[in-house]
Structure formats: C-alpha cells, structure tokens
C-alpha cells in the first residue's frame, strides 16, 4: 500500500487516490480496468461524494485514469515512449495525451534535468536554483536502487516555472558516474543538463525508465523551500533510469504540491 493510503495525517482524498495509484503500479488494477464511481468510493471510505470526487480528480490529474461519459473511470494505458540511442535526452508520454506538467510547461524529465541559466526542452525560462550538489549517503528510501559500496551523488534544485509554481528536485547518480563525469558533484551548472553531460563526457545514455507517485507530508527542507505550512501534503514523482543494459544512472525525486501536479 502506498504511503498516502498508510498515512491518516493526509487528507482523506489523497489517502484514496494514494490507495489506488498503488494498486495500478503493482499491476492489481491493469490498464482498462474500472475503478469504483464517486457514489461507490464515497460508500466504500466512507466520506462525502466531494471527496470521492476530489480523489477521482487527483487520478486523473496523475495521468493514471480516465473518464468516459456515461461508462465510468478507467486506468489508461502507460508507455514509455520509445528513445533514440543518440539523443541524450528522455520525454515520456501516455498515448493520445499529453504527458506534461502544465504548471511548469515542461515533461516531467526536462524538469527532472533542469540546471541553471538552462531553458532545457519545453521549460519556458525557468528560475533554477542550484541548493547543493555533492556525494551524499542514500537515503533510506533509496537504499534498495543503491546496495552496494559508494554513494550516490546528489543534486537538489528549485525549478520555478514563470506562473510561480516551484518543484523542489533531487537527483540521485549512481556511484562512481562523479569520476568520469566530475561536474555531478560540484555546486556549477551541467552544460547543458545532466542528461547530456553524462552522454557527452561519460557516454551514459538513458534508454528506459520507470515511475512511480506517492503522497506524503512535507519535510521542513521541503517546507521551506516551497513555501508550504505545517503541515502540508506533497506529491513525490519517483523516476528511475537506466541504460539500454539495465544500469541505473539517476533517480529523480520531484516534489510539488498536489493541486499544482497535472491536468489531465
């Protein structure tokens, strides 16, 4: 169960939108499988048809359902769109939609990549505040992407997009990619992104990822760099990516709040 369903400090909506999203990550609900109706989530949880509602929304601004008129809510079909080996650079998508953040007017991997005095894709001018780079022990969250001897680098970034709307990024880099890419751990702007840092000075090219959100309550780090009140809830974008022979490059933690993540 995922930890906005496990976590009661949540508001009630995101504790169902969590449960859910986590039953479609593991594959329990597969694409094209109904979800419940506002009616049935508000007699199953227990709540007001406004928060089954507002849960429902949240799914959907997730980019994990659909609704079609007079037929109900459907998990939609996923893909990660297919990526040229040559081009550093990785944009997923649902088929038919637009996988973006509208907030930030970027795919949530050029905002994962943004760097300093960097446009970066779709981003349009972005703020990106370097907060601190070097090689940091993993957190215990991520203990299982990084088991072995060494410790990731680290590099958190405030990307504000021209609305306001601000993303607090973490990206993890596998031990041992700082000694053939050095500038990872040095508090300097990527030339060009990390993405196309590492293909050009390293030749480490992503070629397939996978993601997956949580809700949870903010951290004062988070808390203060976004701007949020105690408490408050945020929503966790998880990226992993890998080369084509199933290295782990990164792992990218994008936290925003929940009613500035997607619009489906």
């Known amino acids: 169960m995922s930890e906005a369903a496990e976590n009661p400090a949540l508001p ?6 969590g ?14 499988a109904e979800v419940p109706s506002e009616r049935e989530l508000a007699a199953q949880w227990g709540v007001a048809r406004l928060t089954a509602n507002k849960a429902l929304r949240e799914l959907r601004r997730l980019g994990l359902i659909e609704t079609r008129p ?8 996923r893909a990660v769109a297919a990526i040229a080996r040559d081009d550093p650079g990785l944009h997923l998508g649902y088929p038919g939609e ?6 930030l007017g970027a795919t949530p991997d050029v905002v994962a990549d943004a760097e300093p005095g960097l446009a970066g894709g779709a981003v349009t001018d972005p703020a990106v505040r370097l907060l601190r780079a070097g090689v940091e022990p993993a957190p215990d969250s991520l203990r299982a992407e990084f088991p072995g001897p060494g410790s990731p680098v680290a590099r ?6 021209d609305s306001g709307v601000a993303a607090l990024v973490t990206s993890w880099f596998a031990p041992g990619l700082a000694e053939r890419a050095p500038l990872l751990a040095r508090d300097e702007a990527l ?3 990390s993405g196309r840092y590492l293909a050009e000075v390293a030749g480490v ?10 809700a949870r309550l903010a951290g004062a780090f988070e808390r203060q ?6 408490p408050a809830a945020v929503l966790v974008r998880r990226s992993a990516r890998y080369t084509a022979d199933g290295a782990l490059v990164r792992v990218d933690d994008v936290v925003q709040q929940p009613d500035r993540w997607f619009a489906v």
Do not use: C, M, N
């Open 225 to 230: 760099h976004l701007g949020l009140p105690e």
């Open 70 to 77: 007079q037929s109900g809510s459907f998990v939609v079909e």
């Open 191 to 193: 030339p060009g992104g």
């Open 156 to 161: 958190v970034r405030l990307v504000r997009g």
């Open 12 to 17: 009630k909506y995101l504790q169902i939108a």
């Open 205 to 214: 090219r992503v070629a397939f990822g996978h993601d997956r959100v949580t």
């Open 19 to 32: 449960h859910f999203a986590a039953r479609i990550e593991e594959g329990e609900l597969p694409p094209g």
């Open 98 to 103: 637009g996988y973006r953040w509208p907030a």
